[in-house]
């Protein structure tokens, strides 16, 4: 079981944070079967970059400038004839146009409606008619460990150490951060097998 100078230590999360989530990592971790170093590290080591240190446990859709949203969502403000100065400080309404209030949420950014369903059916909670749990710790971390061990199935890719896979699975086909994602797997391995 992780303690909190440990998720410290592996994450580089705050005191605050570690211990806001630990118990609930723990538990998910067991629930969910994320058991050996290797799958630990692995599932950490995305948890750092998808939460920024455990700090974020919401997409960030406040968009500031028009182009900065037509250069993250070209299929709906260049090709799709979307105004996205409508949307500039507007993380509601890019939320309901984008992911039909199903953006990103808990330690891991859980996005899509058809995940709430199915993550709220694996915790047994309606994550569909209640998004907001997802901003608390318990939910937060719950959600995390059921999408990299179940939804993603991540787990194989772990225990082969295949970061690379890990992050296409996670991430999607882009791979975003794939470097800080390996550095922080590396970091969190060398913790736990000490």
């Known amino acids: 079981m992780i303690d909190t100078q440990t998720l410290i ?6 005191r605050a944070n570690a211990e806001r989530y630990v118990l609930h990592l723990a538990d998910g971790m067991n629930r969910f079967r ?6 630990v590290a692995a599932f950490l080591g995305q948890l750092v970059i998808e939460s920024d240190e455990l700090e974020k446990v919401e997409e960030n859709l406040n968009y500031t400038t028009a182009a900065r949203l037509r250069e993250i969502f070209p299929s709906l403000f260049v090709q799709g004839g979307y105004r996205a ?5 507007n993380p509601r309404g890019l939320s309901m ?8 949420r808990g330690l891991i950014q859980l996005t899509w409606e058809d995940a709430y369903i199915a993550a709220g059916r694996a915790i047994g909670v309606n994550y569909r008619s209640n998004p907001e749990l997802l901003l608390q710790a ?12 179940d939804f ?15 992050t296409g699975r996670v991430n999607g086909p882009k791979r975003l951060k794939l470097a800080e994602r390996k550095a922080a797997t ?8 000490k």
């Open 9 to 14: 230590d592996c994450t580089g999360a705050s």
């Open 34 to 39: 994320i058991h050996s170093d290797s799958a």
């Open 85 to 89: 100065e409508d949307y500039v400080r």
């Open 97 to 104: 146009l984008r992911y039909k209030g199903f953006h990103g």
């Open 138 to 149: 318990e939910h937060a971390a719950l959600s995390a460990c059921w999408f990299f061990a």
């Open 152 to 166: 993603k199935d991540c787990l194989p890719a772990a225990e082969r150490g295949d970061v690379y896979d890990i």
């Open 186 to 193: 590396a970091r969190a391995y060398k913790v736990l097998s």
